[in-house]
């Protein structure tokens, strides 16, 4: 079965501080490994995906296959970054496209 | 380009009523997926249609059924309401035909009832 953790519901940091949001993930197979970024008043939107391997607004997730993990970072956090994040893994992909989404970490980044 | 559009808002029903959402995807986006969002629940994905077929389908029960027409538009209807079918119901189009591709959402629907 398919299972995505998020285990903090809220994380707050202080403006520059470093930020890590932890994603740990069950799936038997090979996972395709997402972040979903939910700043206030704004839709649902990518913010990275593990196969592009690449930093967005200055986040990185590597997946560590090893321990099931897709941990979101940030060395220098800003208040922009305040918002709800989702981490989301997809599985067989041979039998349409679905999403099995964490329950969500809240960012808050104060000054 | 507009972004997926998702039709009503807000809606009030009552229990044992029944409700028809809306999507409309990104123009030549052929997948349409339906999520339900509670707080209790968080992201729950519902089904996905790709070219007016479903291709998957979560856990949820035969009251929730959905439909794709020709022009990729989409539709979830949702039968003999429950209190616990209030939610925001989140469509989400996608450009490629198989997975790790980006979903787009929409706003969502706000479903209570009462």
């Known amino acids: 079965a398919q299972r995505v953790t998020q285990p903090e519901k809220l994380l707050s940091v202080f403006k520059g501080a470093p930020v890590e949001l932890k994603c740990n993930y069950s799936?038997?197979?090979?996972?395709?490994l997402f972040w979903y970024v939910q700043y206030s008043r704004q839709r649902l939107q990518l913010l990275l995906r593990h196969i592009s391997r690449e930093s967005i607004k200055g986040f990185t997730a590597d997946l560590n296959k090893g321990e099931t993990s897709f941990h979101l970072k940030k060395p220098f956090a800003q208040e922009e970054d305040s918002a709800m994040y989702y981490c989301a893994l997809s599985g067989n992909s041979n039998s349409g496209y679905a999403l099995n989404f964490g329950k969500g970490t809240s960012l808050l980044v104060t000054p | 380009k507009a972004g997926v559009t998702q039709t009503p808002r807000y809606l009030i029903k009552t229990r044992g009523q029944q409700v028809t959402l809306s999507c409309s995807p990104i123009?030549?986006?052929?997948?349409v997926s339906w999520y339900q969002q509670t707080p209790g629940q968080g992201l729950q994905f519902l089904f996905e249609?790709?070219?007016?077929?479903?291709?998957n389908k979560g856990n949820f029960p035969g009251r929730f059924s959905g439909r794709q027409f020709s022009n990729s538009r989409s539709e979830m209807n949702v039968s003999t309401l429950e209190l616990g079918d209030s939610a925001l119901y989140l469509c989400a189009s996608n450009s490629r035909q198989g997975a790790n591709g980006e979903l787009f959402f929409g706003e969502g629907s706000r479903l209570t009832v009462l």
């Open positions: 123009s030549g986006h052929r997948s």
């Open positions: 799936y038997s197979g090979s996972p395709e």
């Open positions: 249609y790709f070219s007016e077929t479903q291709r």
